[in-house]
């Protein structure tokens, strides 16, 4: 069958589609291993104490005890490799050019080859920094995996009661926070939309010889519509959503689900505990 007009494919010459690199972030993965029963207050104070533990204390040691801890926590979820984003290739290019130019930063040890002065402090401050960084993004995905969404807010709401005894406006950050959290995958389905759209769009005949100018400009025209397009579907669900809660009586407040901690809860925030303070001492 051959494509409408207007558009075209974008497979491979082999005539086989070519799955595209997608970014899916908040997917609750089906299950019932131990770490998709514990509390969701519980873990989002798993990751806080890592998170904490990183920027206390950056070495290595405390980014392999981190790395166990995640490590850890994925075999008892049995996540799948499958759930893993697919990053695009420029994301990688761009990312290993950020190590390179770590050599010219003249962090100590400096070694000098061939003529210049190559930082191998600094390279090894990028890739540890990086490598924590990744890491507590993955305890983020492990959070969101094995977590429902409708439980982050109340199990936030719940961790924050220090903060009402302080007439903090605790309830309202809270709704706030349950919001963007529902809101979140409802935007990203429509930026991918906006995505699928633009590469339906027909192509214009590569030319014999195009500058580098030429390209740059269309790339930055191309993002630039790509943008104003998605804030203006942002906008445009931001005002629907507000209009609905405004017809169903306005924001307000309501605990949700009575869950909390029990004794499961207690033994993995105990243990990773542990683990954060044999780090800290030795």
Do not use: N, Y
Not at 244 to 263: D, L, M, Y
Request: glycine letters at 8%.
């Amino acid at each position: 069958m051959k494509p409408a007009a207007g558009f075209e494919r974008a497979d491979a010459p082999s005539g086989r589609a070519r799955r595209k690199p997608e970014l899916v972030i908040l997917r609750l993965l089906p299950g019932t291993s131990p770490l998709h029963r514990l509390w969701a207050g519980t873990k989002l104070l798993i990751v806080m104490l890592l998170a904490v533990l990183v920027s206390v204390q950056p070495t290595w040691p405390t980014l392999l005890a981190v790395t166990v801890v995640i490590g850890a926590g994925l075999i008892v979820a049995r996540v799948p490799l499958g759930a893993f984003p697919r990053l695009p290739r420029w994301f990688w290019v761009l990312f290993a050019v950020g190590g390179l130019l770590t050599l010219r930063s003249g962090t100590p040890p400096v070694e000098r080859v061939g003529g210049f002065e190559l930082s191998l402090g600094g390279v090894e401050e990028w890739a540890l920094f990086a490598a924590l960084g990744i890491v507590l993004i993955v305890a983020a995905l492990l959070v969101a995996w094995t977590t429902p969404l409708g439980e982050v807010a109340p199990a936030l709401g719940r961790l924050a009661t220090p903060l009402r005894w302080l007439r903090l406006p605790v309830d309202e950050w809270v709704v706030a926070v349950g919001l963007a959290i529902r809101c979140l995958p409802l935007l990203l389905d429509e930026i991918r939309t906006l995505v699928a759209v633009r590469r339906l769009r027909r192509r214009p005949a590569p030319a014999s010889r195009v500058s580098l100018r030429h390209a740059f400009a269309h790339t930055a025209r191309e993002g630039r519509d790509l943008l104003t397009t998605a804030i203006v579907v942002a906008l445009r669900r931001a005002r629907d959503l507000a209009e609905a809660i405004e017809a169903r009586g306005g924001v307000a407040w309501t605990p949700g689900s009575k869950a909390g901690p029990g004794p499961a809860d207690v033994l993995a925030f105990a243990i990773v505990a542990a683990v954060a303070a044999v780090t800290l001492i030795a």
